[in-house]
Nanobody, 126 residues
């Protein structure tokens, strides 16, 4: 089992950048496939980015070219670098993890993940 804690959210102007971090507990962090999701008020939680154990990545079309997911297994941490932020990126961002998936597999839906963080708020002003 892994526990996830997100940080790095905040208020930023449109066009700015933020880097979210997700710190995981446990010695087997490198065995987890990871993902970032977000949920805006009144909307369902949606996929943002995913990172396989192989470091293969997938992104939602709305963030391609602007967001980058990466991991540092030595620090048990996954990052989401967000550039060129837009007001429509405003949401609570959640980190997710799953174990037991294939080396190259990325999870693109909430049902792909068992473990979730508590979320961090990102607000982009226009």
């Amino acid at each position: 089992q892994v526990q996830l804690v997100e940080s790095g959210g905040g208020l930023v102007q449109a066009g700015g950048s933020l880097r979210l971090s997700c710190a995981g507990s446990g010695r087997t962090f490198s065995n987890y496939a990871m993902g970032w999701f977000r949920q805006a008020p009144g909307k369902e939680r949606e996929f943002v980015a995913a990172l396989a154990r192989s470091r293969r990545t997938d992104y939602a079309d709305s963030v391609k070219g602007r967001f980058t997911i990466s991991r540092d297994n030595a620090k048990n941490t996954v990052y989401l670098q967000m550039n060129s932020l837009k007001p429509e990126d405003t949401a609570v961002y959640y980190c997710a993890a799953e174990i037991g998936v294939s080396y190259y597999e990325t999870g693109l839906s909430t049902s792909s993940y068992t473990y979730w963080g508590q979320g961090t708020q990102v607000t982009v002003s226009s």
